[in-house]
């Protein structure tokens, strides 16, 4: 079974990184991007009969830091 | 003292540590491997160094903090085994669990590397008993990733303990609150960004550093 975990800065954490991407962007002509965030995508192959409760332990324990991070998975 | 440096892949200041500590305690500290999963007998100190564990994969800290030496770490500082993480290390320890918070990429965007005027804020702890309250001391910093970042609510707490041990004298890498080295609720854990370890002696430029070692040999005992 393969997952995609996408994991983003939670609001109101400064995402400097989304900021540098915005003014390349503006430099480069585009008009009307408000705002840029960036994150990660992890994809997981993992066995079928891995549960949710599994999964959720995955993304707390280690891919996401729940201080600074949301996740969200998908199922492919 | 016997003291215990933990040597994570891609950590790069655990020497440094391990000759400030020598210098200090006049015994050699044992190096630790990560792998490992129980820390040496009679350890009255575990230093975790700065560098790219694991080459900052993930997040920086974050393999490293899962790794079978952490779990020992752990357990001892949950004991009230003294703990230092410096740079790496702190974000090892935020990372782990030990210290609140999280150490975020520079507001800047920018590598900092240069010594930075720093003011001790806790001058009653396990590991600043050789500082006065409120001095300016010069420790070097060398970071990437050393915005600390915790919730409002948080940062009122930790103020309101007198778990800010260090904050920066100036503007350095857009951490909340200046917040430069902190403190855990027992007092027995303390990561901070910039390094003492590079501040031991004259040819350092200072040895403002060397008194973090030494006030903790004072207060831990030989």
Not at chain 2, 2 to 18: E, S
């Amino acid at each position: 079974m393969k997952l995609r975990i996408f994991v983003t800065l939670k609001p109101g954490v400064l995402d400097p990184q989304g900021k540098a991407i915005h003014k390349a962007l503006d430099g480069l002509g585009f008009a009307g991007v408000n705002d840029v965030r960036q994150g990660k995508l992890i994809e997981l192959d993992v066995a079928d009969q891995t549960d949710d409760a599994q999964v959720d332990a995955m993304c707390r324990q280690l891919l996401a830091n729940t201080v600074i991070e949301n996740y969200r998975v998908e199922r492919a | 003292m016997k003291t215990a440096v933990i040597v994570f892949p891609g950590a790069n200041c655990d020497r440094d540590l391990a000759v400030a500590l020598e210098s200090v305690t006049g015994v050699k500290p044992d190096m630790v491997w990560h792998g490992d999963s129980t820390l040496p007998e009679g350890v009255g100190l575990v230093a975790v160094p700065g560098g790219f564990s694991y080459g900052d994969y993930l997040r920086s800290g974050a393999i490293a903090a899962r790794s079978p030496i952490m779990r020992a770490v752990v357990e001892g500082a949950e004991k009230g085994l003294p703990v230092l993480g410096v740079c790496n290390g702190f974000q090892v320890l935020t990372e782990a669990g030990l210290l609140p918070g999280a150490l975020m990429r520079n507001e800047g965007l920018n590598f900092v590397c240069r010594p930075v005027s720093l003011t001790v804020e806790n001058a009653q702890s396990t590991f600043t008993g050789r500082y006065a309250q409120g001095e300016t001391i010069t420790i070097p910093v060398a970071h990437h990733d050393g915005n600390y970042f915790a919730d409002a609510d948080t940062l009122d707490r930790i103020e309101g303990e007198g778990r800010v041990a260090f904050r920066y004298a100036g503007t350095v890498n857009g951490s909340a609150r200046g917040i430069a080295g902190l403190l855990n609720d027992r007092g027995n854990v303390l990561g901070m960004m910039p390094h003492p370890e590079r501040r031991i002696e004259a040819a350092h430029g200072g040895d403002d550093g060397r008194r973090l070692f030494e006030g903790l040999l004072e207060a831990v005992g030989a």
